[in-house]
């Protein structure tokens, strides 16, 4: 693989990284908001 | 008639401001100059080492925030401390995956029992265990507790993964900014680490906010589904099964 080929995998392991993280996060807030709702 | 709208913009601001921040950050990447040793590996650099600072940064919050905890008992110290470690974990993990990517191509190897690698994993590995804790036990006041005293004992791994590289002979190259001295690099680099730097700070407020929110809300959650007045129960969603009571099977 080239350097570029290198750079461009690394930066895609940590940007994708980061986005999965705050999708993880918000499916569970919304998640965690709409039972907070049905219950009240 | 009035609206949320303001509120909402406020809300989205930060968020905004993280996308930004990331895009400047690639742009500056990819166009700053190439490295006279590394070429174009060097730009690992942008990536690697502001996940392991703002990591750093987040296992000091820990720690701020489990003394704050044990001082006053508040669960809300416990809550900021938690949300802070799973950023560092996060950000740590990135840190060794980008090394390795880095590693691979200039070593040679993806890993290496060197000194400043191994002590990395350890670092990891010891925050990965303290969010073990955290879920390994149901009471709030025990979990902050117990999880506060290894959130500031851990702390002390950092400054001996970061001095480790000066302390022993190792493969890793020496610091090249949090170093005595002069900067070991061009103006045009520092710019570009400096603006990857912001953007890993952003996107880390972001994280963290978020997280903060979805504690509130689980906490407001389990409060809601406890207080008994609307208690959800497990098999609620179960209808019973309609009992006819014949001769047979009436109980005298």
């Known amino acids: ?40 | 008639m009035t609206t949320d709208a303001p509120s909402r913009v406020s809300s989205r601001l930060p968020a905004v401001v993280a996308v930004v921040a990331v895009a400047l950050a690639l742009l500056f990447a990819f166009l700053s100059p190439r490295d006279a040793t590394q070429g174009d590996l060097a730009r690992m650099f942008y990536v690697h080492v502001p996940s392991v600072i703002v990591a750093y940064l987040a296992f000091v919050g820990t720690m701020v925030c489990a003394i704050g905890y044990l001082r006053t008992r508040n669960l809300r110290w416990d809550r900021w401390a938690g949300a802070s470690a799973e950023l560092g974990v996060v950000l740590l993990g990135l840190t060794l995956a980008t090394g390795m990517i880095w590693a691979k191509p200039v070593w040679g190897v993806w890993w290496t029992w060197d000194a400043r690698l191994t002590l990395t994993a350890l670092l990891f590995f010891v925050y990965l265990g303290y969010l073990g804790v955290r879920r390994s036990i149901a009471d709030p006041q025990m979990r902050a507790a117990r999880s506060a005293v290894l959130g500031v004992v851990a702390v002390a791994l950092i400054p001996i993964v970061h001095f480790s590289v000066t302390w022993w002979r190792t493969l890793h190259q020496p610091p090249t900014l949090l170093r005595p001295g002069e900067i070991q690099m061009d103006f045009p680099l520092v710019v570009a680490f400096v603006v990857s730097l912001g953007a890993f700070l952003a996107v880390s407020i972001v994280l963290f906010r978020t997280r903060l929110e979805l504690d509130d809300v689980e906490a407001a959650l389990f409060t809601a589904a406890s207080s008994g007045r609307n208690a959800v129960l497990a098999g609620d969603a179960i209808d019973p099964p309609p009992v006819t009571v014949t001769g047979e099977n009436r109980v005298l």
């Open chain 1, 1 to 40: 693989m080239s350097d570029w080929g290198w750079v461009g995998f690394g930066y895609a392991v940590v940007y994708g990284s980061l986005a999965a993280y705050a999708l993880f996060l918000w499916l569970r807030l919304r998640g965690a908001r709409r039972r907070l709702e049905r219950l009240d």
